[in-house]
């Protein structure tokens, strides 16, 4: 069975610093791996996802993740946030199957301080 | 517009009443979706749909129904709410690689 791990449940920072959000998984097959970001009182939206290829990837407001097979990770990182970078980060893991089906971590809340 | 919509956004009920909650997508997917999300839990997968008239169960399937008549609308019922069904639920379809997420309910059962 697959499964996620969050680290942390919260990782405060201030604003223009460097942010790290640690995402740890375990699949006994190939995977997919995806961060979705979650605004207060919204869904969740797509932020980046790695399928095949390239273990960097990123998104279009400056965040990238890199997948480490060898470490089964998918970390989050930015080098500098902003105020409105503050949300609930998801790692989530897909086997390709049944339509993606995801299984998600607990979430880390990020909270960007001015 | 197009995507996902659900109804109602926040429904307060009581323990033992049947309770459905709505998920409608424009994009023909064939692949749809329900979780709940819980603190401290994520999200978690209750039931999913390959198409119409085909349903499997997700990690916690108990206390739900679902049904798939057209391909366009997923309903989820609670059919005797409890107070541990408390919860967000979010409501997704896959494209391709991507699910795509609806805006969610917040069901209180009191």
């Known amino acids: 069975a697959q499964s996620v791990t969050q680290l942390d449940s919260q990782v405060p920072v201030f604003e223009e610093a460097p942010v790290e959000l640690r995402c740890n998984y375990s699949s006994s097959v190939s995977v997919y791996l995806f961060w979705y970001v979650q605004y207060p009182n919204q869904g969740l939206q797509l932020l980046l996802k790695y399928l095949s290829g390239s273990t960097l990837v990123k998104s279009i407001n400056g965040f990238e993740a890199e997948f480490n097979k060898s470490q089964t990770s998918f970390h989050l990182r930015k080098p500098s946030v902003h105020i409105s970078d503050t949300a609930e980060y998801f790692c989530a893991v897909s086997d390709g199957e049944y339509g993606n089906k995801l299984v998600f971590g607990a979430g880390t809340i990020l909270r960007v301080k001015s | 517009d197009a995507g996902i919509t659900q109804s109602p956004r926040y429904k307060i009920t009581e323990t033992g009443r049947q309770v459905t909650l709505m998920c409608h997508q424009t994009w023909s997917h064939s692949y749809m979706f329900w979780y709940r999300q819980d603190l401290g839990h994520g999200l978690r997968l209750i039931y999913y749909s390959a198409a119409a008239d085909i349903t499997d169960k997700g990690e916690v399937p108990d206390g739900y129904v679902v049904s798939r008549s057209k391909t366009e609308n997923f309903p989820l019922t609670l059919e005797s709410a409890t107070r541990s069904q408390t919860s967000v639920y979010f409501c997704?379809?896959?494209?391709?690689?991507?699910?795509?997420f609806g805006p969610g309910t917040r069901l209180t059962v009191l």
């Open positions: 997704a379809s896959t494209s391709t690689d991507t699910q795509y």
